[in-house]
Nanobody, 114 residues
Framework: QVQLVESGGGLVQAGGSLRLSCAVS????????MAWYRRASGKQGELVAA???????NYADSVKGRFTISRDNAKNTVYLQMNSLKPEDTAVYYC????????WGQGTQVTVSS
């Protein structure tokens, strides 16, 4: 069984920062891509950022220059550093990991107040 456990969400004022973490555990072989996805209430979901095993990254236009995705392969952990947060960043953030199949975390709420 594979588990992805996110942490680091919470409530922050606009302009503030949060760092999300996602640790992958269980019966999983080499993890290829890892990513963060978000879904705001009443809106379509959005792929926020992704990173390959070698560290190549890509970002949604809405977060470029503000968010940074990184990973620690030895720890099977992916991070999302979120700076200059805006109220429109409010959403449930999910991490994803690919190892033949995609696995999802349970999500962590990020709320940005204006």
């Amino acid at each position: 069984q594979v588990q992805l456990v996110e942490s680091g969400g919470g409530l922050v004022q606009a302009g503030g920062s949060l760092r999300l973490s996602c640790a992958v555990s269980g019966s999983i072989s080499s993890i290829n891509a890892m990513a963060w996805y978000r879904r705001a209430s009443g809106k379509q979901g959005e792929l926020v950022a992704a990173i390959t095993r070698r560290g190549a990254t890509n970002y949604a236009d809405s977060v470029k220059g503000r968010f940074t995705i990184s990973r620690d392969n030895a720890k099977n952990t992916v991070y999302l550093q979120m700076n200059s947060l805006k109220p429109e960043d409010t959403a449930v953030y999910y991490c994803k990991a690919e190892s033949g199949s995609w696995y999802w975390g349970q999500g962590t709420q990020v709320t940005v107040s204006s």
